[in-house]
């Protein structure tokens, strides 16, 4: 819920499925956000 503190390991795809970014690609450490808080793109608040 908005406000909380997560954190995730993502993989963004383009539509022919090549990685564009991931956690893997970012050293391998899950990020962290706060949930509304309009930290990342606009998925991430969404899901």
């Known amino acids: 819920k908005k406000g909380d503190i997560i954190k995730v390991e993502y993989e963004g795809r383009l539509e022919d499925r090549t ?3 991931s956690t ?3 050293g391998g450490e899950a990020i962290k956000f706060e ?3 309009r930290m990342l793109i606009k998925g991430f608040d969404e899901s």
């Open 19 to 21: 990685i564009f970014d």
């Open 24 to 26: 893997e690609l970012q």
């Open 35 to 37: 949930v509304g808080a």
